[in-house]
């Protein structure tokens, strides 16, 4: 039998649509899952596919029918899921051939499999993929780890069902070890952000301005033809749309107001606070989610708190959707300077020359945070080549001056309405450290001299000096 050009374990939904889209892309795939009934099933339901399936019941079988060197996508579940497929692997595979971990992957796992398999002539790939469901079946994009010695082996697969922006692949080789899946971390921690915002403005509209689900998402709607238009606020038109067929009313009014979360944000936040990069939003965002989740404590304490009276946000209604308009815009340009702020400096760390302006490149189609506003992420760090921050290229300071004021009448009413908007608020109050010469840190400076003999450094002197406390 005519061997397949790649292989697959893991048939859920993310590894089934992933393997048709390879099938579709006109590549002969070998594909294996632990259950041998849920294989056979995926072949039968293939459809025109199954010519280009080869179902394999043993790990064996996956490793004899594909054309070495072999290359094998694992999508499992991350974590304890992936060893074990990994050393499975390693008993069937030999020099040459390829692992290819497709999951959302700790990077530092990722890390740790390199060196388990240096050594073992086996290659291993981190690869980020994104996009759900659908951006696997038709086009997700791809962020991949690895040497570029076992990227240009897999390319023409990757690039081929990878999603395409005006024709170009949104898949790329990103660097070495972790690299692909480093950078889809931060992708997912954007991508928190940039939910907790659209959420926070959909609070206002709700219950400031009073406005039913499907009134807002018009809003949205009109949103998506302008300078947020995205994959996210596109959906949240449609979701806020939808009725639910049990009861009528809309969808989102019967959906329990608790947000679950599978990791990935958190880690970007771990990974920013280490590498000492404020990442302030997407903190925001994923502690939003944890306070989401605490239902119980929170109707206990709006019990014991009372609710704010009705908020207050002015007559003028339209001048109102405007400043959310944009101040949804700034809060999205502080969330993503943050997450790629964080790329910068992870980088410089692990030494990966991850090129930003292509990462920039390949989320805009795809990717859960798909957006035209990446092409301008791209060109500014193309343009602007040593820029340290996003807020510092020249496109970006125009557009901040234009939406921070907005951003800020926004969260000042929204707090004085006691509506919570954490992560655009977060992003305001980086956007104001940020863009401040003198802070106040002398002071956090004098204090820790002051209880700690740290010393501090002087305005007008080189040098570590101590204050005159013990004569204060
Ligand atoms: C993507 C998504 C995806 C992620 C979901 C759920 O890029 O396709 O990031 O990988 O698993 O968004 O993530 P949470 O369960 O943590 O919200």
């Known amino acids: 039998m005519e061997k397949a050009d790649i292989g697959l374990i893991g048939l859920g939904v993310m590894g089934s649509n992933l393997a048709l889209n390879i099938a579709e892309k006109g590549h002969r795939i070998a594909v294996f899952n632990r259950t041998a009934a849920r294989t056979t099933a995926f072949a039968e339901s293939a459809g025109a596919l199954r010519d280009r399936i ?8 996956l490793a004899a029918a594909i054309r070495p060197p072999r290359p094998v996508i694992v999508m499992v579940q ?17 020099t040459g051939d390829i692992i290819i971990d497709a999951g959302n992957a700790n990077f530092r ?8 398999l240096e050594g073992s002539g086996l290659t291993f790939i981190g690869m980020g993929v994104s996009g759900g469901e659908e951006g696997a079946r038709h086009g997700p994009s791809i962020m991949v780890g690895g040497t570029e010695e076992s990227w240009r082996r897999v390319e023409p697969v990757l690039t081929a069902i990878s999603a395409k922006y005006e024709s170009e692949p949104c898949a790329a080789w990103l660097g070495t070890g972790g690299a692909g899946h480093f950078v889809k971390t931060i992708h997912n921690g954007i991508e928190y952000a940039d939910m907790q915002m659209i959420a926070e403005i ?28 995205s994959y996210l606020i596109e959906i949240t038109e449609t979701v806020l749309a939808a009725d639910d067929p049990k009861t009528g009313r809309p969808v989102v009014d019967i959906i329990l107001d608790r947000a679950g979360q599978k990791g990935t944000g958190k880690w970007s936040v771990i990974e920013a606070q280490t590498l000492g990069i404020p990442a302030t939003a997407i903190e925001a965002a994923v502690a939003a989610r944890v306070l989401s989740s605490m239902k119980t404590e929170r109707e ?9 009276p009705a908020a207050s946000f002015g007559d003028d209604k339209a001048a109102v959707l405007a400043d959310l308009e944009l101040a949804l815009f700034a809060g999205k340009i502080a969330a993503y300077a943050q997450g790629f702020a964080v790329m910068k400096a992870a980088s410089k760390e692990f030494e990966w020359g991850l090129p930003l302006p292509t990462i920039a490149k390949i989320w805009r189609a795809g990717c859960i945070i ?14 602007g080549g040593t820029i340290d921050n996003l807020l510092m290229a020249p496109a970006f300071i125009g557009m901040m001056k234009e939406a921070h004021p907005s951003l800020r009448r926004i969260v000042a009413r929204a707090s004085e309405a006691g509506l919570p908007v954490p992560a655009l608020a977060s992003a305001l109050a980086y956007f104001d450290s940020y863009r401040q010469a003198r802070g106040t840190s002398n ?10 003999a740290h010393g501090f450094e002087r305005i007008d002197a080189e040098g570590a000096h101590h204050g005159p406390w013990a004569t204060a």
Not at 302 to 308: I, P
Not at 370 to 383: K, M, N, V
């Open 78 to 94: 991350a974590g304890k899921a992936v060893d074990e497929q990994i050393a499975l692997l390693r008993g069937v595979f030999s």
């Open 202 to 229: 959909y609070g206002v509209l709700r219950d400031g301005l009073g406005m039913q689900p499907k009134e807002i998402g018009k809003v949205f709607g009109a949103w998506n033809r302008g300078r947020l238009n």
């Open 300 to 308: 206990a304490a709006e019990a014991a708190y009372g609710k704010l």
């Open 370 to 383: 798909r957006s035209q506003f990446l092409g301008t992420i791209a060109d500014a760090f193309e343009d």
């Open 443 to 452: 002071l956090i400076q004098a204090q820790r001299d002051f209880f700690g």
């Open 109 to 116: 796992d990722t890390v740790r499999r390199f060196s388990e």
């Open 54 to 61: 080869v179902p394999c019941e043993t790990i064996e079988a």
